[in-house]
């Protein structure tokens, strides 16, 4: 399928059939994603391959009981990894000095790019994929469901499988929106009115008013779907999961 | 072209011509990445697009100066960005709560994600591409240059043109060396040794091994190119960085 043409067809999918994925297609997605950049070439990250009924229920839990969780046959955990690379330098008598923020953040963002190859490469297969941000939330529990050793934190899920449904394009905001020339504009009250205009307009947000018995759709994220007491408390617990997994040596 | 062959065929190009990116492709491009999963589709992350002279050469600067930053016709700044979405809230009398850590790591995970299919896309029409690691090295001087609001931080940066070389394809560590059936598998020193023995055969290794006067590759990234006191110096710039731009009210 052409590039283009698959990024721009791009839907969450949330409902999954229970034919399973070949493993010979699996495999190419997940090499494909080998190809993608890492900083150095040194790829401190890890993909964890879950199918089995048992493993995937307790992910489940973890990820707010989401159905899809049990219903795709398969889920990948993406994990910023310095456990292997650590392993390495001190079997060659190289003393690692990866148990910082810093070096977290290196493993993150390529686990992050890693998983979005995989995303597009399922894509191009008829696959549907999709993103459990709850991996962020519920980061020590996946850490023992998964039994992760230190240096090694989940930073991202992908739900895969296929589609049992064929849900429309969802909305994004303008190009203006999101892109700036050459340095960051800041955006002025009427701008922001702009941006979100469209957003703000759409039948499902009217939806989501009703439902939630609120008068605008900014209150339905910080009254309901991302509320700041959740946002402190997943906050802590992501700081305390760094501590212990060893990546806050910064001092 | 093809999305599988577009990722297999992946290089980093460090080597730009001066042709300038077509305004209509570069758009293309761009609108290709908004097309990427974002949690609770809240997409807040912001693309900093830079071609002046001027502005690129003091990004350079912050790049530790290497050349491809000044070459390229344009560079990309991908922001984790709770600003937009902030005043939006705001405007809207509704109060956000996403002062915090896991606010900044979902707005990073968006921000990353969206880089990912913008190179995919990048490559698809046959320009080259390379990822700068030393965005979150130098975050607090690249704000400056780029103006960044507080609500904003540079995550990652991609250099973007037509390439001026045409490198092979480089080494990647084995199918068994990252992806781990089921749960997390530990490796043995038997492991490590087979995951990055072809690693360390490679005419390139031993290239560095005699330029950096060490015995073995981990030392090469130990002692030279990724050293304990450089991570903890930029750890903690970074962390401050995260303080300063409004990303640290956790308790």
């Known amino acids: 399928m052409d590039t283009i043409?698959?990024?721009?067809?791009?839907?969450?999918?949330?409902?999954?059939?229970?034919?399973p994925i070949e493993d010979a297609i699996l495999k190419q997605i997940l090499e494909a994603g080998f190809r993608t950049s890492t900083t150095g070439n040194m790829q401190v990250y890890s993909i964890i391959v879950t199918k089995e009924k048992e493993i995937k229920n307790k992910l489940w839990e973890s990820h707010f009981k989401q159905d899809m969780v049990n219903q795709a046959p398969v889920i990948l955990t993406f994990c910023a990894d310095f456990n292997r690379f650590n392993k390495w330098c001190k079997?060659?008598?190289?003393?690692?000095?990866?148990?910082n923020f810093l070096s977290f953040m290196t493993a993150a963002i390529d686990a992050l790019i890693v998983s979005q190859t995989v995303a597009v490469a399922a894509e191009s297969?008829?696959?549907?994929?999709?993103?459990?941000?709850?991996?962020?939330?519920?980061?020590?529990?996946?850490?023992?469901?998964l039994h992760c050793p230190k240096g090694v934190i989940p930073i991202t899920t992908l739900v895969i499988g296929y589609p049992d449904e064929n849900p429309e394009l969802v909305d994004r905001l303008p190009y203006e929106g999101i892109v700036h020339d050459e340095v960051y504009h800041d955006y002025s009250p009427e701008a922001i009115n702009k941006i979100y205009s469209e957003k703000e307009a759409l039948p499902l947000t009217a939806e989501l008013l009703k439902e939630n018995n609120v008068d605008n759709l900014a209150k339905v994220f910080t009254q309901y779907r991302y509320k700041k007491g959740d946002n402190m408390h997943f906050s802590k617990q992501?700081?305390?999961v760094l501590e212990s997994q060893g990546f806050m040596n910064n001092a």
Chains 1, 2 share one sequence.
């Open 5 to 19: 043409e698959t990024i721009l067809s791009h839907r969450t999918i949330r409902k999954y059939k229970e034919t």
């Open 91 to 99: 079997l060659r008598e190289a003393e690692p000095g990866y148990d």
């Open 125 to 145: 297969f008829g696959l549907g994929i999709c993103y459990l941000g709850t991996t962020t939330y519920m980061t020590e529990k996946i850490i023992n469901i």
């Open 238 to 240: 992501l700081l305390s």
